[in-house]
C-alpha cells in the first residue's frame, strides 16, 4: 500500500488551515441565509451559507466498490460570491471483485499492498462561484473554477494530480410546472492537470451536471408535504480515455428530498450509469444519502 509524501500531506495540513478560516465566514455572512429560507438548497443560484454532508455509495463496471462520507458545504462571501468545499473524511475502496485480487481467505490484493479494502480519506476539493450580469438566453448565469487537491491519504484512494475545472452554468425556471420553484440547469466544467507526479496519466475532461428540479407538493407540515425530485443527468467526456482516442459515459440519477422543517432537508439519490465501460472505470450503480441545514 503506498501512502502520500510528505509534500501531500502539507498540502493536506494547508487546506485544512484555509477551510477553518473559511468557517469563520459563516457567521460574518449569515444574513445571506435569508434568501433562502423555504428552499431546498438544490438551485445554483442560491449562495446561501449551508451546511450538506452525504454518504455514497459506488459501484464501478471494473468491479470496485467505493464507500464515503463526505462533509459538503458552502460559505458565502457576498451576495455575489461563494465557495463550496468537498472532503471525503471516511472512505473505503474494495477491490475483491477486480483483476487485483489473487484470491485467498479474506481477498488479497498484493499491488496495493495486500487488503483488497483500502479505508482513509479521499482528494477534497474547492469550488469558486460567482453570479455573472448576463442577459443571454432569459435566465441567469454563473460562472467558477473548482481545484481538486490531491489530499487523498492512499494512492488507491485517490488521484496523483491538482487539477483545475473552469466552470459555466446556466439556470432558468420553468413557469409551466404546477407549483412555484421549479427550475432547469445545466452545469458545464472542463478539467485539467496544472500540477502531476510524473507517472500520472494526464487529466482533459469535461463533466456535465444537468438537472431538473420538479416540487411535488407544497410544504404543510405532514409527511405528504414538501417533497421534491431532482432528475439529473452527467454527460462525461475524457479527452484522455480509450488510449486517447476519448471516450464518453452518461450517468443518471433522480433525486427525492423532502423539506422536514424550514431550513431541514433530507435526501436520497439512486443512480444508473448508461452502457458503463468497464476498461474506463465507469460508473455502474450509485447510491447517496443526505442532509441540507441552512446557517
Known amino acids: 500500500m503506498k501512502t502520500r509524501s510528505s509534500f501531500f500531506k502539507r498540502t493536506s495540513h494547508i487546506l485544512a488551515s484555509i477551510l477553518i478560516l473559511g468557517l469563520g465566514q459563516t457567521t460574518a455572512t449569515s444574513v445571506l441565509a435569508d434568501e433562502a429560507l423555504g428552499e431546498t ?32 458545504g458552502m460559505l458565502a462571501f457576498t451576495p455575489d460570491a461563494a465557495m463550496t468545499y468537498e472532503i471525503p473524511l471516511a472512505m473505503e475502496n474494495d ?31 474547492l469550488r469558486f462561484l460567482f453570479r455573472a450580469d448576463w442577459e443571454a438566453l432569459g435566465g441567469d448565469w454563473l460562472y467558477g473554477v473548482q481545484f481538486d487537491f490531491p489530499t487523498a491519504t492512499d494512492d488507491a484512494l485517490g488521484g496523483d494530480s491538482f487539477n483545475v475545472g473552469p466552470m459555466i452554468a446556466y439556470v432558468n425556471d420553468i413557469p409551466a410546472w404546477p407549483g412555484p420553484g421549479a427550475f432547469f440547469a445545466m452545469m458545464n466544467f472542463y478539467f485539467f492537470d496544472a500540477f502531476k507526479e510524473d507517472d500520472t496519466e494526464d487529466t482533459s475532461m469535461y463533466i456535465g451536471r444537468w438537472f431538473f428540479m420538479l416540487p411535488l407538493s407544497a410544504p404543510d407540515g405532514s409527511f405528504w408535504g414538501g417533497w421534491y425530485a431532482l432528475p439529473e443527468l452527467q454527460p462525461v467526456y475524457n479527452f484522455e480515455g480509450d488510449d486517447g ?9 433522480p433525486e427525492f428530498g423532502k423539506m422536514i422543517s424550514e431550513g431541514n432537508i433530507m435526501y436520497f439519490k439512486p443512480g444508473w450509469g448508461i452502457d458503463p465501460d468497464a476498461l474506463e472505470g465507469d460508473r455502474e450503480f450509485t447510491f447517496e444519502i443526505g442532509y441540507r441545514h441552512f446557517m
Request: charged share 15%; net charge negative.
Open 41 to 72: 438548497g438544490t438551485d445554483p443560484r442560491d449562495f446561501a451559507p449551508k451546511f450538506m454532508p452525504y454518504a455514497r455509495y459506488t459501484e464501478l463496471e471494473n468491479g470496485v466498490e467505493s464507500t464515503n462520507f463526505t462533509m459538503f
Open 95 to 125: 477491490f475483491s471483485d477486480t483483476p487485483l485480487n489473487t484470491g485467498g481467505p479474506g481477498g488479497n490484493c498484493p499491488s496495493i499492498g495486500g487488503s483488497c479494502s483500502v479505508v482513509g480519506v479521499g482528494d477534497m476539493n
Open 245 to 253: 482516442d476519448g471516450h464518453f459515459s452518461f450517468w443518471f440519477g
